[in-house]
Every structure is written in structure tokens, then in C-alpha cells.
């Protein structure tokens, strides 16, 4: 994403196709399908997307998870810990989202497609890689 000045002095925050990166996303499900999913009450959910372990993006104006972030019952176990390392290469949580989804032609895919892959490591050290 990025930053520009309008000519009222307002920063204006500008998309790079973050419908078009979305895309890359195969099927999505609600918060209550996700717990259903992972059969924890509602409020676990949202305690799990409070602490990245699960993410969230509007779609159609419904709050909707990529459904590849639970694996076997359980919440992507490397999501949170990528996350976090994007937040300290101050990326916002949207810009988070967009990098784990942009195709990258080096992996090949996206880094989400690397992580669900187990290639965890490879992820992380492209993700400390934007501290520099």
C-alpha cells in the first residue's frame, strides 16, 4: 500500500489491487464457521483473531477468515508468529495480509501458500528481511 498527500492535507491511503491479491484465497468462511471448525465458543474465536492466530477481512461487508488457516482443527500454528514479525517490520495488519497473499514468482505462489506448506522458516526470513 501506499501513502499520498490529497490536496486537502488528508493522507489518503492507496490499495495495490488488494481485491485482486484477495483472490489467492480459495474459499472463505465466516467467524461462526471457523468456530464451528475448531469447536470453541465464538468469543475463543475472536480472542484467536485478536492474537493473529487467525485473520480476518471484510468481504462483501461480512468479517470472512481464508479457510486454509485451519488445519486440522486447529488455527495455522505459523500465522501468528509471521504476523508478528511483519507488525515489527511496521506493516498494519491489512499490509500483513496483502504481503501473505501477493503472489511472489522466488517461492513460488504466496508466502501464505509457502506457510500452509510448512515452510515456516523460509516465510519468517523473507518477513525480518523488510526490518532492514
Request: proline share 5%.
Amino acid at each position: 500500500m501506499s501513502v499520498r498527500q490529497s490536496s486537502l492535507g488528508a493522507l489518503v491511503w492507496q490499495s495495490l489491487l488488494v481485491s485482486n491479491v484477495l483472490d489467492q484465497v480459495t474459499s472463505w468462511i465466516t467467524v461462526p464457521e471457523a468456530a464451528e471448525l475448531l469447536n470453541l465458543p465464538l468469543g475463543k474465536v475472536h480472542r484467536l483473531i485478536d492474537e493473529h492466530e487467525l485473520i480476518t477481512v471484510r468481504v462483501d461487508g461480512v468479517k470472512k477468515i481464508p479457510a486454509e488457516l485451519i488445519v486440522d482443527g486447529e488455527p495455522l500454528s505459523s500465522l501468528k508468529g509471521t504476523i508478528s514479525v511483519l507488525l515489527d517490520a511496521h506493516f498494519t495488519l491489512d499490509e500483513a495480509i496483502e504481503w501473505l497473499y501477493t503472489p511472489d514468482e522466488s517461492l513460488p505462489g504466496t508466502p501464505m501458500q509457502a506457510l500452509v506448506s510448512g515452510r515456516k522458516t523460509e516465510i519468517r526470513r523473507r518477513a525480518q528481511a523488510l526490518l532492514l
